[in-house]
């Protein structure tokens, strides 16, 4: 007689870790500009999140993203506008 199990589910993924902190999102419309810091590191720098990027930190930041927006720690602002030189 053969021993029937249930087949087994998978455990779903963990929520990534966050890389780091996000100060600020600016929304350029394809694309999402993140300014970030990572762990470890006091310099800020940009991280462009788009949609079907899936590579590396893209998922952590994004995960992180949508939580601080939830939170309302962080706004998604307007890009900067250039400065224009003086006349």
């Known amino acids: 007689m053969a021993n029937e199990t249930e087949p087994q589910e ?9 890389p780091g902190q996000i100060t600020r999102a600016f929304d350029y419309g394809s694309f999402i500009e993140l300014v970030v810091v990572y ?3 006091t ?14 930190f893209s998922d952590a930041w994004r995960t992180e993203y949508q939580r601080a927006i939830a939170a309302g720690e962080i706004t998604l602002e307007l890009p900067p506008q250039p400065k224009s030189p003086p006349t």
């Open 43 to 56: 310099e800020m720098v940009p991280f462009t999140l788009t949609a079907d990027d899936h590579y590396g």
């Open 39 to 41: 762990t470890g590191q």
């Open 10 to 18: 998978m455990p779903p993924d963990p929520t990534p870790i966050p």
